[in-house]
């Protein structure tokens, strides 16, 4: 199979990643980078040996490409995507869909009229782990799902900021930036969220974005959730210093990020630790729980989501993580800011 063509746009923190596993897999090539005239973009572009542009209409006028993956910041987003969608150009745009629910839905509408393929990049949803804590929910080893406690905590430091202003201003933040990718395994895990209560501050920080926030969940199912998200808190209970899928960060074999309990036992994950009853008909706080430890084999997510990428461009599989699941994840996104200004629980 000849090499697919692959444009990125936004060469950041996590555009670079996208260039360095386009380059690394032999079904792709870097073909373009799209971002604002500044010099070091000019150097990421000689790098890779591939043309930069200052606009996507431009690239979309001069290349021809087979797939686009948009890491650019949120609020441009929707402008990029649709233009790759009525250029006929699949595309992988990064979470958030959009900035908004009602201009994410125009995302949807226009890759559907199109018949264009579109894939957001919740990337966790390909992560090795995830699918076997679903595997596990579903055997039924922990019986009816009665609660999740969840958590995001870790320090981001001052040169993040500084690499990303926009992180500090409306369209940033831990809620839109990372709760977003909770939410989306939350949903994996548990179920479709049927309402949210939430509370924030921005008092440690003092940005025009929150730093901490924390948040009550409802299931469909009628099982409850509470989440603890901060990115001011030293403190590895996060997915990434966990996971140990992603080896810039230091990790702790001892941390959970998630703790989902049933009726008849709770998994730990990323630990994906067991206890549960042998005996349900005597299930008892009196009893002692019986222990298993689950192997999970880690692999990096976003090069499994590159392949899904280029496996949907090819034909030959189903987007993991479409349009649509992207804006579910946004709408209930969407329903915490709604939370966190009035104070109230909000129903979806």
């Known amino acids: 199979m000849s090499e697919l063509k ?3 746009v936004g060469p950041g923190l996590i555009g670079k990643k996208h260039l360095e596993l386009i380059d690394e897999e032999p079904a792709s090539r870097v073909a373009a980078i799209v971002a604002p005239n500044h010099e070091k973009h000019d150097v990421t572009a000689a790098r890779f040996e591939v043309p930069l542009y200052h606009s996507i209409d431009a690239m979309l006028g001069s290349e021809e490409i087979d797939g686009c993956i948009i890491s650019s910041p949120n609020a441009f987003h929707v402008e990029q995507a649709v233009a ?3 250029a006929k150009v699949p595309v992988l745009v990064e979470k958030p869909i959009a900035d908004s629910f009602d201009a994410g839905n125009r995302v949807v509408e226009v890759a559907g009229k199109a018949g264009v393929p579109l894939l957001v990049g919740h990337h966790r949803a390909h992560s090795p782990i995830m699918r076997a804590a679903k595997e596990i929910i579903r055997s039924d080893r922990l019986g009816r799902i009665v609660t999740v406690m969840g958590s995001a905590l870790f320090y981001k430091p001052e040169d993040y900021f500084e690499a990303g202003p926009w992180r500090k201003e ?12 909770e939410v989306g395994n939350l949903r994996a895990l548990c179920g479709e ?8 501050t ?12 924390a948040f009550n969940f409802e299931f469909a199912s009628g099982a409850l959730g509470v989440f603890i998200l901060s990115d001011t808190a030293a403190s590895a209970r996060s997915w990434e210093q966990t996971s140990r899928e992603n080896a810039s960060y230091p990790c702790y074999d001892d941390e959970d990020c998630y703790i ?4 008849y036992g709770t998994l730990s994950v990323p630990s994906m630790r067991l206890k549960f ?8 706080w009196w009893k002692p729980f019986s222990l298993e430890q689950f192997a999970v084999e880690r692999e990096d997510p976003l090069k499994c989501q590159l392949r899904n990428f280029l496996n949907v461009i090819s034909g030959r599989e189903s987007p993991v993580v479409s349009g649509f699941d992207g804006l579910q994840n946004l709408r209930v996104v969407e329903a915490i800011f709604e939370s966190v200004r009035t104070g109230a629980v909000v129903r979806l």
């Open 6 to 8: 692959i444009a990125v």
């Open 84 to 86: 790759c969608l009525e």
């Open 170 to 181: 409306i369209g940033g933040g831990p809620i839109l930036i990372n709760l977003i990718h």
């Open 193 to 200: 969220i049927a309402s949210v209560q939430a509370i924030s």
């Open 202 to 213: 921005s008092k440690t920080r003092n940005f025009v974005v929150e730093d901490t926030a």
């Open 260 to 263: 989902i309990s049933g009726t």
């Open 277 to 284: 009853y042998k005996d349900s008909a005597s299930r008892s």
